[in-house]
C-alpha cells in the first residue's frame, strides 16, 4: 500500500471545508478561537526539517473529527506540514489498515508520512485523556435495554459536542496528544 498515492488522492484542507456539509461551522469555530502555545509552536517548528506530510482520514458529520481536524490544521501550519483529507466511508481499503483496537473504524486517523512516503506516526481517534472522559460518560449511561437508554445517550453525546467546540482545555488535550505522537 502506497501511501503517496492515497496522499495525492486526497483533498486539500480548503477542498475538504468546501466539501463539508456538517459540522463546518463548528469545526471552523475551533479553527479560529484555537492557537498553539509559544513552546509548541517552537517544538513544530523544529519538526518542519523533517518535511512530514499527513493523511486525514475522517468524515464531516463526526464529532471526534470536528474536534480534532482543526486543532490538527494548526499543527501542521506551525510545522509547516502539508494535509490531505482522505474520506473514510469512500476509501476503506485504507481505512481498514488503521482499525482502532483491530475492528473498529473510528475517525479521525492522521497517517503522518515523512519525506519517502513512509509512515512516521500514526494518531487517533481520540486524545487517551479524551477517551477516557467518553468511556466515564458512557458508564454513567443506563443499560442499553433501559428504556431511557437512546435518550440519555444523546444528551450525553450533545454534551459532549457543547464541551469539544468551548472547552479550551480540551483542545490543548488534544494538541499535546498529537504534538507527543509527532515527536516519538
Known amino acids: 500500500m502506497d501511501l503517496n498515492v492515497w496522499f495525492k488522492k486526497g483533498l486539500t484542507a480548503a477542498e475538504y471545508i468546501n466539501s463539508m456539509t456538517q459540522n463546518k461551522e463548528e469545526m471552523l469555530s475551533i479553527y479560529e478561537q484555537f492557537s498553539l502555545t509559544a513552546e509548541d509552536k517552537s517544538k513544530l517548528e523544529e519538526l518542519g526539517t523533517q518535511n512530514l506530510r499527513a493523511i486525514v482520514l475522517t468524515e464531516d458529520w463526526c464529532g471526534d473529527a470536528l474536534l480534532n481536524n482543526p486543532i490538527l490544521m494548526r499543527i501542521a501550519e506551525a510545522a509547516g506540514m502539508e494535509l490531505r483529507f482522505v474520506l473514510r466511508d469512500q476509501n476503506l481499503e485504507l481505512m481498514d489498515q ?87
Do not use: C, H
Not at 513512509?118 to 479524551?130: K, L, N, Q
Not at 450525553?156 to 515527536?183: E, F, R
Open 98 to 184: 488503521y482499525l482502532t483496537n483491530g475492528t473498529s473504524r473510528a475517525i479521525p486517523i492522521f497517517i503522518f508520512l515523512n519525506e519517502e512516503g513512509s509512515e512516521a506516526a500514526v494518531w487517533g481517534p481520540r486524545a487517551p485523556e479524551i477517551q477516557t472522559l467518553v468511556m466515564e460518560r458512557r458508564a454513567a449511561l443506563p443499560e442499553k435495554d433501559a428504556e431511557d437508554f437512546q435518550e440519555k445517550q444523546m444528551e450525553m453525546y450533545k454534551q459532549l459536542m457543547a464541551a469539544y467546540q468551548t472547552d479550551t482545555a480540551i483542545w490543548q488535550t488534544v494538541a499535546n496528544s498529537i504534538i507527543a505522537a509527532l515527536l516519538k
